[in-house]
């Protein structure tokens, strides 16, 4: 057996040359007792087989270090790279979700969008209907105030003369006792009801005493001479005027025109 080199199970480690102090043996070989010859002094002495063992233990001891230390070196180096690997595969994987993350973002965005326009359509749609229908609602009470009136005007006219009478009746009314008094209250206060239930519909009496001349409102019987009243102002009414004035008008409708006196001037001083 050559002690050149010396080999290692499982191919790990390449053959390493002897140490240099034992280059000097050719061959060592077994023999029947503990020695063995040298091959440049054959014969001559020998050397224990011991000492060639123990050498090459001190060769697989210094190569087995070696291994573990080349061993050692690339599994920094495998880690060393794999961990750049893997962050790079994680920087990689980031990016990608980054990626994904702003396009599902530009995607949210693009709906938050088309939402807002459709809550402001909606919104403009629901203000516009509002209107309409504060305008529906506010137009349907006028009518339905109008119709109520117009369906009462008949009655109405028919229940002027009478309010006439009590009007007059009032203003010639003297009170001289108790009883009397008690007779005034009473009138008054159905005088009072008749007009409540008129003004419930609408109707009302005008007031032309200090009014300027409205033919429309007006129906004039006389001009007379007036200090306390100047020219074209009504000084007197013969009979009142009443008028129906629905819900939400601005301008009532004459029932009845009032008979009136004119004045003539000169007026106040």
């Known amino acids: 057996m050559t002690m050149d080199s010396a080999f290692i199970s499982g191919g790990l480690l390449r053959p390493q040359p ?7 043996e050719v061959a060592v070989e077994p023999s029947d007792g503990p020695f063995v010859q040298r091959g440049s002094m054959a014969g001559v002495f020998a050397v224990p087989g011991a000492v060639a063992a123990a050498a090459l233990a001190m060769q697989l001891t210094a190569s087995r270090g070696k291994c ?15 961990k750049g690997q893997a962050d790079s595969e994680e920087g990689e994987e980031e990016e990608e979700l980054s990626e994904a993350t702003k396009a ?6 693009e709906e938050i969008d088309s939402l807002r326009v459709l809550a402001d359509e909606k919104r403009e749609s629901h203000n516009r209907l509002k209107v309409e229908a504060d305008t529906f609602r506010s137009r349907t009470r006028t009518e339905l105030a109008n119709a109520r009136g117009q369906a009462a005007v008949p009655v109405v006219k028919e229940l002027l003369p009478i309010c006439d009478e009590f009007d007059l009746a009032k203003q010639n009314l003297k009170i001289e006792g108790e009883g009397e008094q008690a007779i005034a209250d009473r009138f008054d206060e159905l005088f009072g009801k008749m007009m409540k239930a008129m003004k419930d519909i609408g109707v009302d009496k005008m007031e032309a005493v200090g009014q300027d001349f409205n033919p429309e409102f007006h129906e004039a019987v006389s ?7 100047k020219d074209e102002v009504v000084c007197n009414e013969l009979r009142a005027g009443w008028v129906l004035k629905p819900y939400g008008a601005d301008t009532p409708q004459v029932l009845r025109p009032a008979l009136v006196c004119v ?5 106040p001083a």
Do not use: C
Request: charged share 20%.
């Open 68 to 82: 573990e230390a080349a061993a050692r070196r690339a599994l920094h180096v495998r880690r060393f790279f794999g």
């Open 18 to 24: 002897l140490p240099q102090r034992l280059r000097a």
């Open 263 to 267: 004045s003539s001037g000169p007026g």
């Open 223 to 229: 001009m007379i001479p007036s200090a306390e009243y």
């Open 104 to 109: 599902a973002l530009a995607k949210m965005q």
